[in-house]
């Protein structure tokens, strides 16, 4: 099992008596735990001892520049806070490819445009940053074709900016340089999580290809990805899809990948209709090791969840675990889009979810009670990201002036 959780961090006043003054941190983590070994133990309960000797774990961590900071380099704060992510992007190494490496893998797999800038070593990027520049217009930019090249920086051919690869995602339209940024923060840790659990898969599939049908790849919410980086929703799925593809074509079962949402009304809803039915003594609307299937009405009026056609890479289903826990998952389709506009009562057929069998059955295996409806793996990788909150202050003062300090000449 796979598990990858993040925590971010807006550390205030970064500079002694300038309150002001913001440092954004990010940190992802990601648990490798042997199942087996794990729940090699009699007794109803698993020993912290046996956890510790079946879990290894990975961190990596990101420092980005927040409010009233000055860079060396640039004097405007917003192509600052994008030149630090492009860098962030460059040099975190997932095993053996940086999160840019990886990015440039999943666009083979978006839209075709995208997959085409993609084979070419390019990323393409949906508007120009700079506001005054023609190809800020959405449609303008789509009709030029705007892109970056990958292991460099860019122009624009317009206003003649600098374009980073990392433009694609847009986080800079959030960045605020004269107040708090934790928006903007939040968005680049789903990105980097969402990353980070495709390059673990990737290594996985060239290391150790026989390990990888055996393997569950959890993620921490659901598989989808909102705001301004939606677009690259596709390519999340796609390369996913090709990874199955490719496990078939030796042979193999493709590995388990789903996302756990541990909050959000649709895990509030589907715990008030189990606890209803309980209350007025009427059969469970989902009984124990059964799923219900959410169709797209429902989805829409009844739990109201919006822009499903262009965030979700993974379909919702609500699941009663065998030990009773409530878990909201969502999991891939073998082909095609997770949900379409267009109106269709088939697609959330079961049979376009060949590995859903296995996931529930991974789920069942896996309880904890550490959190409420919580899986074992995603307790350990929260665990791992999380910021002390004891001593965060301290911690992330040091680290601010570590990083300050080696950027020094």
Aim: contains cysteine; charged residues 25%.
């Amino acid at each position: 099992m796979v598990a990858v959780d993040g925590s971010s961090h807006e550390y205030e006043e970064a500079f002694d008596r300038y309150p002001s003054t913001r440092v954004l941190y990010l940190q992802i983590a990601g648990v490798f735990i042997d199942l087996q070994h794990m729940q090699s133990q009699t007794g109803p309960f698993v020993s912290p001892s046996r956890i510790a000797e079946a879990l290894e774990a990975s961190v990596v961590s990101g420092f980005l520049p927040g409010s009233y900071l000055e860079h060396d380099h640039f004097s405007d704060p917003y192509e600052a806070f994008r030149a630090e992510l492009y860098d962030l992007f460059s040099s975190t190494q997932v095993q053996n490819r940086t999160l840019l490496e990886i990015l440039l893998e999943v666009q083979r797999y978006g839209l075709e445009r995208d997959s085409e800038a993609a084979q070419r070593g390019e990323i393409l990027l949906p508007k120009c940053p700079n506001r005054e520049c023609t190809l800020n217009d959405p449609n303008a930019a789509k009709q030029s074709r705007l892109r970056a090249p990958l292991k460099r920086p860019g122009e624009c051919p317009s206003c003649h900016k600098i374009l980073w690869a990392t433009d694609t995602f847009r986080v800079f339209e959030e960045f605020r340089p004269d107040s708090t940024n934790g928006e903007a923060l939040g968005r680049i840790r789903d990105i980097v999580e969402h990353l980070v659990l495709v390059g673990v898969a990737l290594s996985f599939e060239q290391l150790y290809p026989r390990l990888l049908s055996q393997t569950a790849f959890l993620y921490d919410g659901d598989l989808a990805v909102f705001g301004n980086s939606a677009r690259i929703f596709r390519g999340l799925l796609g390369c996913w899809q090709a990874l199955w593809r490719r496990c078939h074509g030796r042979g193999q079962k493709p590995p388990v990948v789903l996302g756990i949402a541990k909050s959000g009304y649709p895990v509030e809803h589907f715990k008030g209709i189990q606890r209803t039915a309980l209350v007025a003594e009427r059969e469970l609307p989902v009984p124990r090791q059964s799923f219900m299937r959410l169709d797209d009405s429902y989805m829409e009026e009844v739990l109201r969840v919006q822009s499903l056609t262009e965030t979700y890479y993974g379909r919702k289903f609500f699941y009663h675990a065998a030990d009773g826990q409530l878990l909201v998952i969502t999991v891939p389709p073998q082909e095609g889009l997770a949900y379409i506009k267009e109106s269709r009562n088939d697609f959330d057929n079961p049979s376009r979810f060949p590995t859903l069998r296995r996931t529930l059955e991974v789920l069942d295996r896996m309880g904890s009670r550490l959190y409420d409806d919580a899986v074992i793996p995603v307790s350990l990788a929260h665990n791992w990201a999380a910021y002390p909150l004891a001593n965060a202050d301290r911690v992330l003062r040091v680290l601010t002036e570590q990083a300050i300090r080696n950027r020094e000449p």
